[in-house]
């Protein structure tokens, strides 16, 4: 017979839900009272660390925005999902209230330094990969096999087929607009969007989520954080996706090369990921063109970034 799942701390969440709605003093206070520590990179999301009688150290998740996209659903289908088959460096779940607006689920707590501020980077974004690999060989079943995760390849094509060259089209005079749907036609004389559309590959485990903030390491070990986007994906995709995340553009992309193996990318995938990685850049460049004003320095790298992809001679064609 399995073990009961523990209990939320109902008390615990009912207050902090309701300091929620009042004001900062009253959250600090709430927070302090119950010995709750708030973790960074929740963005969306109330997240804090807290020391459970019974079970030590655990992440309590709160989702402001409830049950938006399913994403409480995503997180504890793939977190049990993962566990049923004892996938390491990953949270374990412990328990869920989704019936509040504000759901909340606890898990145990991971450690370590974002990857980012790893003393040996390279060594981090070897054991990323192979994190990646390990989840990525899990069954699919339930809630994961049957949702495409959120921010997936359908969603971005339908950006730039869509939104995007409608937002240029609003901005007629705009210096860039003439600049931006130049790279935009030559996404679509590519062929990319065809090629992707006509090859989705098997599908595999996938975060959903490749903002290398939610990557920690701890000592030889590389784990991550943060599964409310999870679904099925495809190894290429997800390979680009994490490559040409913005929070990736520090790293080298002789050190990403180095990693495709690893990341599941062969010859004869090589293709597709070529196709993936150079939509997925456009999609970001998209993103900040709408923040164009205001993270000038970003947009700026990522214009930069999908004029090199997109020409037939860098580095990323071997």
Known sequence: MQPARPLPPATLLADVRNARLANDDRLKDTLEHHGLRPLTGGFQNHVYAWNDPDRGPICIKLYAKGNHRRRVDREWAALTLLAEHT???V???LWCDALDEVPAI???LLQGTPILESADREAALKGLAHTTHRLQSVPLTGLIADLERIDSGAHYMKRLTGSWPQLLADHEDDPLTSAMRALLAAWHASGDAELLNQNTGPAVFSRGD????NW???GATTSCVDFEYSGHSTVFFDAADL???ISAREIPDST???LLPDLGITPANRHLFLAAQRTCALRWLAVLWKQRHTRTAEFDTQHTRVRLLQHPDNPWHG
Do not use: F, K, Q, V
């Open 87 to 89: 996938a390491s460096d």
């Open 91 to 93: 949270p374990r779940p």
């Open 106 to 108: 606890g898990m145990t």
């Open 210 to 213: 490749s903002n290398l903030l």
């Open 216 to 218: 920690l390491r701890d």
């Open 243 to 245: 490559i040409e995340h």
């Open 256 to 258: 990403w090369i180095s």
